[in-house]
T-cell receptor, first 117, second 113 residues
Framework: EAQVTQNPRYLITVTGKKLTVTCSQNMNHEYMSWYRQDPGLGLRQIYYSMNVEVTDKGDVPEGYKVSRKEKRNFPLILESPSPNQTSLYFC????????????????FGPGTRLLVL | QKEVEQDPGPLSVPEGAIVSLNCTYSNSAFQYFMWYRQYSRKGPELLMYTYSSGNKEDGRFTAQVDKSSKYISLFIRDSQPSDSATYLCAMSAIYSSASKIIFGSGTRLSIRP
């Protein structure tokens, strides 16, 4: 089954304690992205990756890091989490993002709900 | 000003009604317009996709794009309780070698049986 998986689904942590949220896709997609979703603000892009070893900042990258060492995996790292990073996080992937129409269809993971105390 | 504006709702209508969901945008470079549906505690899933101006129909759903007015709509005919979800508009343009997708904040829709 084609899917995007995220782990963990729920996480409660304390300020300053490093954490990693994993994301994996089994569709051989080139493009992967991380979003956070907050009430009234919708989905905002944190980081994206066009392919292995190619990453770039989205709209709200502060406080986050990513890496893309393999095509299928795109972990999100919070080196020193703060309460303003409490949010619902989604990983997404698509075949490409080259402006070729349907290839831009993004498949989303189930979400990771993070609470930073 | 946000690049994409979407009425957050909530919008509550009786079963069988026609629903109209809308977004406005400011960036004239947007060329691809999408509607995602998000059920509670789930990730968004693509519902409709259109390129440039015009209409696209898929079953009970019709997506409409008016680039001259910078306005897009999603119509749901014969609405069902299973249509209750948050609907997010999204749009993208091409900047050099990479595209960027901007999402609206979502409209929460409830269909009353």
């Amino acid at each position: 089954e084609a899917q995007v998986t995220q782990n963990p689904r729920y996480l409660i942590t304390v300020t300053g304690k490093k954490l990693t949220v994993t994301c994996s896709q089994n569709m051989n997609h080139e493009y992967m992205s991380w979003y956070r979703q907050d009430p009234g603000l919708g989905l905002r892009q944190i980081y994206y990756s066009m392919n292995v070893e190619v990453t770039d900042k989205g709209d709200v990258p502060e406080g986050y890091k990513v890496s893309r060492k393999e095509k299928r995996n795109f972990p999100l790292i919070l080196e020193s989490p703060s309460p303003n990073q409490t949010s619902l996080y989604f990983c997404a992937s698509s075949l490409s993002l080259s402006g070729q129409g349907a290839k831009e269809t993004q498949y989303f993971g189930p979400g990771t709900r993070l609470l930073v105390l | 000003q946000k690049e994409v504006e979407q009425d957050p709702g909530p919008l509550s209508v009786p079963e069988g009604a026609i629903v109209s969901l809308n977004c406005t945008y400011s960036n004239s470079a947007f060329q691809y317009f999408m509607w995602y549906r998000q059920y509670s505690r789930k990730g968004p899933e693509l519902l409709m996709y259109t390129y440039s101006s015009g209409n696209k129909e898929d079953g009970r759903f019709t997506a409409q794009v008016d680039k001259s007015s910078k306005y897009i709509s999603l119509f749901i005919r014969d609405s069902q309780p299973s249509d209750s979800a948050t609907y997010l508009c999204a749009m993208s343009a091409i900047y050099s070698s990479a595209s960027k997708i901007i999402f609206g904040s979502g409209t929460r829709l409830s269909i009353r049986p």
